[in-house]
């Protein structure tokens, strides 16, 4: 007394083949367990994955952005904020300590609803730090630069008022 008489052979045919690729699959992540990570959720620059987050979110006319919250992220779009670049920052806290703070970006955008960074390039990344002296920031750059200093973060041309150097974190054009 089987089930499978009532069933078909089509139909055990294709639980088989399902079952063959489920257990070659588990056999795959045996040999090869870096596979597990997820894909997409973890970067190692969060700098560049939060500037791609407002490039795609002005790319898609959207009016709002939401970036996880630190104080460098926050600090950086202070002065976009500052530069009127974007519209305006709030931090979004959530209720009861769950999950991690985030950080609301209103968008701006040009009256012919463009975005009013052409381009945004990081500089200093994880893998590659870049430092500049105050005398370097005078020289070479399209737009404007942010630097951290020792006394925060500043755009070139204050930095040069200022006669301070520092990381070079990013150019905006």
Do not use: C
Not at 136 to 144: D, H, N, P, T
């Amino acid at each position: 007394m089987f089930v499978f008489v009532a069933v078909g052979l089509e139909v055990i045919w294709a639980i088989l083949i399902y079952v063959e690729f489920v257990l070659e699959s588990w056999l795959k992540l045996e040999k090869f367990p870096e596979s597990k990570k997820q894909v997409g959720k973890m970067s190692s620059d969060p700098i560049s994955d939060m500037f791609s987050q407002l490039r795609n979110g002005w790319m898609v006319k959207r009016k709002n952005v939401v970036i996880p919250h630190s104080k460098l992220k926050f600090e950086l779009l202070k002065k976009l904020e500052e530069k009127k670049l974007i519209k305006k920052i709030e931090i979004e806290n959530r209720s009861g300590g769950e999950g991690q703070k985030k950080i609301i970006v209103e968008l701006s955008y040009l009256e012919n609803k463009q975005a009013p960074i052409e381009t945004i390039k990081i500089i200093s990344k994880p893998s590659r730090r870049w430092y500049a002296g105050w005398r370097e920031l005078r020289s070479g750059w399209a737009g404007s630069v942010i630097v951290s200093t020792s006394r925060g973060l500043l755009f070139d041309n204050e930095a040069r008022r200022q006669k301070l150097g520092g990381e070079v974190i990013v150019e905006i054009i």
